[in-house]
């Protein structure tokens, strides 16, 4: 059990030194804290070895997330290679090793809505783009309450 503890906290550490870098980023003032990327990679390297071994927090993680698992530590491998800090990736770099990373600790601690996710949307009536985070859960409930919002708004007008 403490293992388990420790293990987490270990993984937990760079996600959130990325989370801070992003939502430092996201501020127009505000400089980009310089974390070091061997950090992650490193981190990545000793879940990789866990998952393809099939042991500890994986042996019974089913195969199809294992691959996709394996895949998104590859696209965060391939966005970080010959980067030493997080101010050398550019914001939409940022946001995808951020959101590849959230989605591998779901996965491993088996937390799908508790998943940080982040998403630049365009404000009405500008060109400017702000980033909006959320957890899965958060904005799967934001989509139904939208989606019940039209149905009602849809079928009030029927009834007129």
Do not use: Y
Not at 8 to 37: D, E, G, H
Request: aromatic share 4%.
């Amino acid at each position: 059990m403490q293992s388990n503890i420790r293990f987490r906290r270990a993984l937990l550490a760079p996600v959130f030194a990325l989370l801070l870098a992003v939502s430092l980023s996201s501020a127009a003032s505000a400089p980009v804290a310089n974390f070091n990327i061997e950090a992650i990679r490193a981190q990545q390297a000793e879940i990789r070895t866990g998952v393809q071994a099939g042991t500890g927090h994986f042996k019974d993680m089913p195969q199809a997330t294992r691959q996709e698992l394996l895949s998104k530590q590859s696209e965060v491998l391939a966005t970080i290679d010959g980067k030493t800090s997080t101010e050398q990736l550019n914001a939409d770099e940022k946001l995808r090793v951020f959101n590849a990373l959230e989605w591998i600790e779901a996965a491993i601690n088996k937390a799908e809505d508790e998943r940080m996710v982040c998403e630049l949307r365009s404000t009405l009536g500008s060109n400017r783009k702000t980033r909006v985070c959320m957890t899965a859960g958060q904005m799967r409930e934001a989509r139904e309450r939208s989606r019940t919002e039209i149905e009602n708004n849809q079928n009030m007008g029927r009834r007129q």
